[in-house]
């Protein structure tokens, strides 16, 4: 098992940064990638930003050149720093990690609130 602990979401206005961290812990030897996913009300939930155990990171159209994920491997926890924030990046985010051998990601956290006013 893996837990996951997100933290860092609040209010901003248009333009503004946030930086959410993820603390993971349990079984992370048999996680092979980390994400951020994100779900507006209404929507489904999307991948934003993800990290391979390798280090590659891929991003969606709609984040990529303003987000950024990363790891600290000493401190157990992937970061998504988020720039130039627009209203429709308001959603909750999700923290999660992707098992060995699985095509889905498997483990979530329980979200943390993004509100960008215009």
């Known amino acids: 098992q893996v837990q996951l602990v997100e933290s860092g979401g609040g209010s901003v206005q248009t333009g503004g940064s946030l930086r959410l961290s993820c603390v993971f812990s349990?079984?992370?030897?048999?996680?092979?990638?980390m994400g951020w996913h994100r779900q507006a009300p209404g929507e489904q939930r999307e991948l934003v930003a993800a990290?391979?155990?390798?280090?590659?990171?891929g991003y969606s159209e709609s984040v990529k050149g303003r987000f950024t994920i990363s790891r600290d491997s000493a401190k157990n926890t992937i970061y998504l720093q988020m720039n130039d924030l627009k209203p429709e990046d308001t959603a909750v985010y999700y923290c999660?990690?992707?098992?060995?051998?699985?095509?889905?990601?498997?483990?979530w956290g329980q979200g943390t609130q993004v509100t960008v006013s215009s």
């Open positions: 999660a990690a992707r098992a060995n051998g699985r095509n889905l990601y498997n483990y």
């Open positions: 349990g079984t992370i030897d048999n996680i092979n990638a």
């Open positions: 990290i391979a155990s390798g280090g590659n990171t």
